[in-house]
C-alpha cells in the first residue's frame, strides 16, 4: 500500500483518533486490534475444530487398530464419548457428535495411516547408509507359515531407526528360495539394495543362508 493512500483514508475515516495521545491512544489500538482478532478468529475457529474432529478420528482409529479390536467397534467408542461430552462438556457436544467413527470411516482411517507409516519409512530408508535385516519365520493359529522381517538402518549422521519391514504370508512352501524371494520382494518396496546390506540375522529361517539355497 501507498504512503499517500494510507494517510487519506486515515484522514477521512479515522480523524478522531488524532486527538488521542498516550495512554487513551494505546487502550484505542489495543480495542481495535482485539476486534481484528475476533473478525479473523470467525473464519478460523471453524477450520481448527474441524481439523481437530478429523485428528481425533485418526487417533481413536489407530487406538482401534492397536489393541486388535473390530473396525465396528468405533461406533460404540463415539456413543461413549457422546454420553461423556453430555455430563463433562455439554457446551462442546456438537464436536463429540460430528467425529466419524463408522466401521467404513475407521478402516479407511486405518489405511491412510498404515500408508503413511510406510512412506515415511521409505523416505527414511533412502537416507540409510547401510542396514540389517532379521527374519523369522513362523506359524499362526490358522496354521498359515508367516515370515516376519525387521529392518535397521543407519544414516551418515549416525541416527539408527528400526521398523517391523513387513509381514509376509507364506502360502504353500516355505523354501529357502520362498523365503528369500519374500524377503527381496520386501526390500525392494523401499528400494533397498543389497550393496547396503551389513548382516543378516535369521530365527526358523535357517536355508536362507545355507551354501545351496537363498
Given at each position: 500500500?501507498?504512503?499517500?493512500?494510507?494517510?487519506?483514508?486515515?484522514?477521512?475515516?479515522?480523524?478522531?483518533?488524532?486527538?488521542?495521545?498516550?495512554?487513551?491512544?494505546?487502550?484505542?489500538?489495543?480495542?481495535?486490534?482485539?476486534?481484528?482478532?475476533?473478525?479473523?478468529?470467525?473464519?478460523?475457529?471453524?477450520?481448527?475444530?474441524?481439523?481437530?474432529?478429523?485428528?481425533t478420528s485418526y487417533a481413536l482409529s489407530d487406538?482401534?487398530?492397536?489393541?486388535?479390536?473390530?473396525?465396528?467397534?468405533?461406533?460404540?467408542?463415539?456413543?461413549?464419548?457422546?454420553?461423556?461430552?453430555?455430563?463433562?462438556?455439554?457446551?462442546?457436544?456438537?464436536?463429540?457428535?460430528?467425529?466419524?467413527?463408522?466401521?467404513?470411516?475407521?478402516?479407511?482411517?486405518?489405511?491412510?495411516?498404515?500408508?503413511?507409516?510406510?512412506?515415511?519409512?521409505?523416505?527414511?530408508?533412502?537416507?540409510?547408509?547401510?542396514?540389517?535385516?532379521?527374519?523369522?519365520?513362523?506359524?499362526?493359529?490358522?496354521?498359515?507359515?508367516?515370515?516376519?522381517?525387521?529392518?535397521?538402518?543407519?544414516?551418515?549422521?549416525?541416527?539408527?531407526?528400526?521398523?517391523?519391514?513387513?509381514?509376509?504370508?507364506?502360502?504353500?512352501?516355505?523354501?529357502?528360495?520362498?523365503?528369500?524371494?519374500?524377503?527381496?520382494?520386501?526390500?525392494?518396496?523401499?528400494?533397498?539394495?543389497?550393496?547396503?546390506?551389513?548382516?543378516?540375522?535369521?530365527?526358523?529361517?535357517?536355508?536362507?543362508?545355507?551354501?545351496?539355497?537363498?
Open positions: 500500500m501507498k504512503k499517500a493512500n494510507v494517510e487519506r483514508h486515515y484522514s477521512s475515516k479515522h480523524a478522531k483518533l488524532s486527538d488521542l495521545g498516550g495512554q487513551m491512544r494505546l487502550d484505542k489500538i489495543n480495542a481495535l486490534r482485539r476486534c481484528l482478532e475476533s473478525q479473523q478468529a470467525s473464519f478460523t475457529r471453524p477450520r481448527c475444530d474441524r481439523d481437530n474432529v478429523i485428528q487406538l482401534i487398530a492397536k489393541k486388535l479390536k473390530p473396525h465396528i467397534e468405533g461406533e460404540f467408542v463415539k456413543e461413549c464419548i457422546v454420553k461423556a461430552a453430555e455430563l463433562l462438556a455439554p457446551d462442546k457436544l456438537q464436536l463429540f457428535q460430528s467425529v466419524s467413527l463408522s466401521r467404513r470411516t475407521v478402516s479407511d482411517r486405518i489405511t491412510d495411516l498404515a500408508q503413511d507409516i510406510h512412506k515415511t519409512l521409505k523416505d527414511s530408508a533412502r537416507d540409510f547408509q547401510f542396514f540389517s535385516v532379521a527374519c523369522d519365520e513362523t506359524t499362526d493359529i490358522t496354521n498359515t507359515a508367516q515370515l516376519a522381517i525387521f529392518v535397521r538402518g543407519i544414516t551418515a549422521e549416525f541416527d539408527t531407526r528400526e521398523e517391523l519391514l513387513s509381514l509376509e504370508a507364506m502360502h504353500g512352501t516355505t523354501t529357502g528360495e520362498d523365503l528369500f524371494e519374500s524377503l527381496v520382494s520386501s526390500m525392494n518396496k523401499l528400494e533397498l539394495t543389497f550393496e547396503k546390506l551389513s548382516g543378516l540375522t535369521t530365527d526358523g529361517a535357517p536355508a536362507m543362508v545355507g551354501s545351496q539355497k537363498g
